[in-house]
């Protein structure tokens, strides 16, 4: 979808549809709606007085101008009650525009900037909330289907800001959302995508292209043997089991300034979670393609960071393997050795995504990085704590990292809570034959078990452990709860935050 600014009143704008909002409880519009209204002689009013429409979050209603103005359709989009008005309203109403727009099958569609006016949020924030929540509403994955959709997407989103001296201010949040939003939906297209056509070795291949695309970045696979020879034993016995070739995939991007600090990634990317040995039940085993959505976010944001020329050094890390039960696949009992000398008992094969985190957790230090952040679908214990797609655990070794990402996720709406990393926790993971176990015998605490196994291996530098496990697949229907950015599947979670966390990281400073 083309995306582009125009000066002018959305009341005189000549296009398929035009959007425009209300807030619940409003009799008389005012601002752009207001214009609208009045062109009009009142039909929004009428609309809202006969009771029809309450300007409730998920509405929407259609009119249709007849010549009044020059649209052929005006969308009225709810807003909710304005004391609960956020950015992320303005995400999930322009979610609810777009899919509407796509409905009425049209080409070319045309909206205010939700927010900006009575709303008071800074103008290239608001542009940026609007067009990441039409891109990512309009999101849907089809790339193996034959039949294209009944509706195509429309192919032209217009903003309309009535101000022309502001219309570059609403260019540049425009241009970020569209990044952020274009970088989640990879992600979501990675999580989305069987396991049998996303292979450690497909991952492997868009990082390099990705890289290929800047000259600012390189990118770098590890085979097998790579990762042998740096003693990653710890992501290497998760890997036995599979046939697939396994691969640790380095992303660099650096602007070539010696001043500048250095961040780094970490991603889960376990293409398939089948648990190994510990077997998982079969049913929703196919979920477990989403199992890199650590590595989906972490390739995600990689991609916005080249585009957006980030001034800072960030490096991506995505160890990525399957995780499957064969004649040579890693047994409970077993001990294997990570890259920084510890040994590990496995007591269950299941608990891999601490084994794979393990080595580029310790290979991380070489960069002597500022800052360290690993994403990952760790644990189902995150999920029972937090809830189904509430929040991902935040674990913490520096109070200053924690509070710049808990900002970040305050502006993108992408939700971080804080969670303790009790050295208590340490007890469980002991173990008679290895200098810890990859799992504890007791049920409760999961969570903060598997966090306390990392710090083990994010020793050098300040570290905050991201468990994304309730957040990365959506599993619950569409509803009027639910943001409609947000589809079944893939969420692309993570990337908005780590793109805004980076973009603010040398203003913090
Ligand atoms: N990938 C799973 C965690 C997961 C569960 C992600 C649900 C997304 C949704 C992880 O590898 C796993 O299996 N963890 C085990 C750990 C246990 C064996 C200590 C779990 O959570 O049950
Ligand atoms: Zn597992
Ligand atoms: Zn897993």
Known sequence: MEIRVVAGGIQSIEDELIVINLFEG??????????????????????????????KREQVAVLYPRGAIPASRVVVVGLGPRDDFTLDTVRHAAAVAAKKARELGVESFSSIVHGA????????EAAQA??????????RYQELKNKPPD?????????????ESKVPVVERGAELGRIAAEATCLARDLINRPANYATPSDLAELAL??????????CQVLSEEDADELGMGSFLGVAQGSEEPAAFIVMEHNPGRDDLDTVVLVGKGITFDSGGISLKPSQKMDRMRGDMGGAAAVMGAMLAVGQLQIPLHVVGLMPATENLPSGHAYKPGDVIRAMNGKTIEVINTDAEGRLILADPLAYASRFEPKAVIDLAT??????????????????????GLLARLLAASQATG???????LYDEYLASLRSMTADLANTGGDRFGGVGVSAMFLKQFAEDYPWTHLDIAGMTFEERPPSPQLPAY????????????LVRFLRDWNEAN
């Open 486 to 497: 947000l589809q079944r599947g893939g969420t692309g979670f993570g990337v908005r935050l």
């Open 117 to 124: 006016g009575s709303g008071g949020f800074d103008l290239a």
């Open 26 to 55: 409003v009799e008389k519009p005012e601002g752009a709606t207001g214009a609208v209204d009045q062109a009009l002689s009142g039909a929004i009013r009428e609309l809202v007085a006969d009771g029809d429409f309450q300007g």
């Open 209 to 218: 292209d990705i890289a290929g695309e800047f000259d600012t970045m390189r």
């Open 414 to 420: 992408e939700r971080i809570w804080h969670m303790p």
């Open 151 to 163: 509706r195509p997407d429309p192919e032209q989103f217009t903003l309309v800001q009535f101000e």
């Open 130 to 139: 609007v067009v990441e929540g039409s891109v990512l509403g309009l999101y």
């Open 378 to 399: 760790l644990t189902g214990a995150c999920v029972v704590a937090l809830g189904q797609g509430m929040a991902a655990g935040a674990f913490s070794t520096d109070d």
